[in-house]
């Protein structure tokens, strides 16, 4: 198979003229660089965890979840090595546009909001406090950056990049969305306080939903049983990691592997993260 894309963490082999074939490596990245250290079925949890959200929004939305099966793979891909963190998908033409949706006030939007009161340009109350959950949650897109930082972007330069009609589109779904699985997230004792979302085209002009959704990885979970609004939260993602390397003072561009302890940690808290919303041991 030939291998289109290799990046932060995961494999896009091209199977055909419109199948895509996605493997999750057990790669983690912060600080926008690939840190040294595997965290072990790391792949797995994202794509099962990819899978489970997938198949709970597709009233909402079409995706482009062909099989996590390896039978239904080409041959090369039919053995141990993929199972379980591969996905076949349809081929699209991605939007140029990453589509954050936030619940909660944090990380980069509690610090634009102490600046000058906004979030990409969303002018927000005054008075909020950190990590408190939003009226209703925002849209705050950004582009889609290959390498380094991707850079927030308004609502009307979306409209530019990709016609008013078709951002108003991303904006409803992005919300909509975010909005049931953070109910039923809810249910079970997660709080997404924020997340984001890839889109793409079929050959037939459809919006259809792709890359990951809602995993650890492009999403900040909190346990709701610890959520105290005025701090930062603990969480399942790897913000316990990057919280682990700014009080370490760990380079994340060295090649000195992360201690046992802390990739253990984090093994467990995707761990937890999966057992919690699916409801099925890992």
């Known amino acids: 198979m030939k291998k289109i894309s290799s990046g932060k963490v995961r494999e896009i082999y091209e199977v055909d003229h419109d199948k895509l074939l996605l493997v999750v490596s057990d790669r ?4 926008d660089a690939i840190l040294p250290s595997l965290i072990p079925d790391k ?11 997938f198949d709970f929004t597709k009233d909402i939305i ?14 090369d891909f039919q053995t141990s090595a993929f199972e379980g963190r591969s996905m076949l998908v349809k081929k699209l033409k991605m939007l140029p546009v990453e589509c954050i949706v936030r619940g909660y ?12 009161g906004t979030i990409c340009g969303i002018t ?11 009226s209703k949650p925002i849209f705050t897109p950004t582009t889609k950056a290959s390498e380094g930082h991707d850079e927030n972007i308004s609502f009307e330069e979306v409209c530019h ?4 009609e078709l951002a108003k589109k991303l904006r409803t779904k992005t919300i909509e969305i975010y909005q049931k ?31 990951e959704i809602l995993t650890p990885d492009s999403s900040r979970f909190w346990p709701a049983n610890t959520y105290e609004i005025g701090k930062s939260q603990t969480s399942f993602d790897k913000q316990y990691l990057r919280d682990w390397i700014l009080s370490t003072g760990y ?8 201690p046992d302890d802390v990739i253990q940690t984090t093994v467990n808290k995707y761990k937890e993260a999966y057992h919690m919303l699916t409801g099925k041991e890992f």
Request: net charge negative; glycine share 8%.
């Open 161 to 164: 990049l990709i016609g008013e």
């Open 43 to 53: 792949g797995k949890i994202l794509n099962q965890i990819s899978k489970f959200w």
């Open 28 to 31: 983690i990245s912060a600080f």
């Open 105 to 116: 006030i944090t990380g980069s939007g509690w610090k634009s909001y102490q600046k000058d």
């Open 124 to 134: 927000l109350p005054e008075g909020l406090q950190e990590s408190q959950k939003l």
């Open 181 to 211: 699985c953070a109910d039923y997230a809810s249910s079970k004792g997660v709080i997404i306080a924020d997340t984001k979302f890839e889109f793409g085209i079929d050959e037939t002009g459809n919006l259809v939903l792709a890359d």
């Open 62 to 75: 079409p995706n482009h979840v062909i099989s996590i099966d390896t039978k239904d793979f080409p041959k």
């Open 251 to 258: 380079d994340p561009k060295t090649d000195n592997p992360i």
